[in-house]
């Protein structure tokens, strides 16, 4: 029996229903336009149930017992274990014990119609979607179609590695045990974030990098603050470590990583965090001449190079792999729809128009939720230097801030800061140290507004806070 296909029409049509497209659908409902949304997983995506909101109910109380063990008076009460089993509930609450009511109940209320299913385009302004029960859709679009289907872990091609079930960040946030021995392939955000909040759970972490250092797209000194915290407290931070080979017998029992050169680390479980590829493989973008699992290159009001209906917003257009970003790029694309649908078109040179994504190139801000907190935006030194300004970068030791002494007692922590010299502005800033991410948003405005250092001694930071920190890199400057 031939299975009917429903056809609807609405202004915007929306593939992938994460906080990016949430918001994208959002925002072109607040301007009066028709949405409807598709998702083949949990309404609310990545972020809400396998990456942000879940690593960071992990790691919250790996960071308030580390702090609470610097303050005097207090230290003696938090020495214990961390309840495991505790976190783990606490997790499972956060992230809505992985089901997705309330987000759809909040799309239905702004009159967003949700389609669950596959969603593949089905050549220009049409998307096609397969639904869960065998029913079928095909929705037309008026005015625009958004891709934000985000992006999903990468294993390397590493003989062994399939067979060994290894985990990915999903795994990773989602566990209910602590394995004994925890083995973490990569150094950056993912790896770093994952093996501090492992250990404080009881595991035995071994941490391989395969370059120089953590934290590649930060400054060094923040890499290597991260890294001697992680050796202090146990880990076996190993760079300079390429895996060739992974072995576990049947794919359970343990697992065994082979090192080039003929060293091996064993454990009870590995996690590779090496790397995103765009979800695009199955959208059917060659059916609009795009190529299927390719990252969508786009202007900066997210429309896709080339077309005039056709967006790509978050991970996808591979600009900025970060939950804020994609939802401040969902707020431009969101707006540029609109303008376009009514009949305008957004301005192509104003830098700050609500309809341009300017803050993608060059401020992008960044925190790194291990122990201690890394955070940085804008340019680093070197990047600074690599586009052809000339800078100065100034460092400030956090001790030198009466707050942080407060703060916690043996404080240790670095702020950069690196200056334009021809313009006198803030290019980029670096912060390591507790309790340092509440101090990133002051340096996202100083560097977007582009500040001039001397209005910036202006803007009095309070006492005794780590903010007094600007105090400290704007003297560092002038001498």
Sequence with gaps: MTRAVEESTYDVVVLGAGPVGENVADRVRAAGLSAAIVESELIGGECSYWACMPSKALLRPVLARSDARKVAGLRESVYGPLDAMEVFRHRDTVVGHWKDDGQVDWLDSIGVRVFRGHGRLAGPRRVAVAGPEGDEHVLTARHAVVVSTGSRAVLPEVPGLT????????????????????????????????????????????????????????????????????????????????????????????????????????????????????????????????????????????????????????????????????????????????????????????????????????????????????????????EAERAGHRVRAVDVDMRQVAGAGLYAQGYRGQARMVVDLDREVVLGVSFVGPGIGELLHSATVAVVGEVPIARLWHAVPSYPTLSEAWLRLLEAYRG
Aim: proline share 5%; hydrophobic share 45%.
């Design 163 to 382: 067979g060994a079930r290894p985990w990915t960040s999903r795994e990773a946030t989602s566990s209910d045990r602590v394995p004994a021995r925890l083995i973490v392939v990569g150094g950056g955000v993912v790896g770093v974030e994952m093996a501090t909040a492992w250990q404080a759970l009881g595991a035995k972490v071994t941490l391989l990098v395969r370059g120089g250092g953590l934290l590649p797209r930060m400054e060094p000194f923040v890499g290597e603050r991260v890294a001697e915290a992680l050796t202090a407290r146990g880990a076996d931070v190993r760079t300079g470590a390429r895996v060739t080979a992974v072995v576990r017998d049947g794919g359970t029992g343990p697992v065994t990583v082979v090192l080039e050169g003929g060293d091996h680390v064993e454990g009870d479980e590995v996690l590779f965090a090496t790397g995103r590829a765009p979800r695009t493989e199955d959208l059917g973008l060659e059916t609009v001449g795009l190529a299927p699992g390719s990252w969508l290159d786009v202007d900066d009001s997210l429309r896709v190079t080339g077309s005039d209906w056709l967006y790509a917003v978050g991970d996808v257009n591979h600009r900025a792999l970060l939950t804020h970003q994609g939802k401040y790029q969902a707020r431009i694309a969101g707006a540029a729809i609109a303008a376009r649908a009514q009949g305008g078109d957004p301005p192509a040179d104003a830098r700050w128009s609500a309809h341009t994504a300017t803050a993608d190139h060059a401020a992008v801000p960044q925190v790194v939720f291990c122990d201690p907190e890394a955070a940085a935006v804008g340019l680093t030194l070197a």
